[in-house]
């Protein structure tokens, strides 16, 4: 018997100093290293907003990773919201 795989979206607001440290790219990095997909997007109120679609252990490590962040990076807090999954993207990308 295979185990059942539970698909999450979360929607994710970083704050602390999480732009101009290469935050995105890192994102992007570990959410394709996961099979995660959607997006991760600036803010003009300095804060990172990260839609993450997957399997609920790899959002979850995301999360883990995300709370982390790169080298220059200090992330103050993260804000999740659980919100139903819609299939909607087919990779992990910046927007803009």
Do not use: C, K
């Not at 539970?6 to 995105?24: D, E, K, M």
């Not at 993450?52 to 999740?80: Q, Y």
């Amino acid at each position: 018997m295979f185990p059942v795989m539970t698909t999450i979206r979360a929607h994710i607001y970083v704050s602390g100093r999480v732009q101009g440290v290469s935050y995105r790219r890192f994102v992007v990095r570990e959410a394709r290293a996961l099979d995660i997909t959607g997006w991760a997007m600036n803010l003009p109120d300095r804060r990172v907003e990260v839609i993450a679609e997957g399997e609920e252990n790899a959002v979850e490590e995301l999360m883990r990773r995300l709370r982390e962040g790169p080298t220059l990076a200090i992330v103050r807090d993260m804000e999740v919201h659980r919100e139903p999954p819609t299939g909607e993207h087919e990779s992990f990308t910046i927007r803009r």
